[in-house]
C-alpha cells in the first residue's frame, strides 16, 4: 500500500527517468496526442504554463504507455533484423 501511495505522488517525469534522454518526446507528443511538445513536457513534468498543477487524465496514461509499447516494438523489430 505504501508503494503504491509514493508511486502516485511521483511524476510522470520521474517514473521515466531511464529513457527520457533516449526518447523524441515532440514525436510521441505529436505523433500519438496531437499535441505540442511543451504540452507533453507540462504533464511529465506535472506543472502547466501558468503554473498550476496538472496531470495525465487516465485516457493519456492509456495512451502514453501504448506509445512506450509501440516504439518499443518497433525497436525490438529493427533489433532483430541486424
Request: glycine share 6%; charged share 30%; proline share 1%.
Amino acid at each position: 500500500m505504501e508503494i503504491q501511495a509514493k508511486r502516485k505522488e511521483e511524476s510522470m517525469k520521474s517514473i521515466l527517468y531511464d529513457i527520457i534522454v533516449d526518447v523524441s518526446w515532440a514525436q510521441i507528443s505529436q505523433k500519438y496526442f496531437g499535441k505540442s511538445r511543451s504540452w507533453l513536457s507540462q504533464k511529465m513534468t506535472g506543472i502547466n504554463g501558468n503554473g498550476v498543477a496538472t496531470e495525465f487524465t487516465p485516457e493519456e496514461k492509456e495512451t502514453l504507455r501504448g506509445a512506450l509499447c509501440d516504439l518499443a516494438e518497433r525497436i525490438r523489430t529493427c533489433a532483430a533484423q541486424i
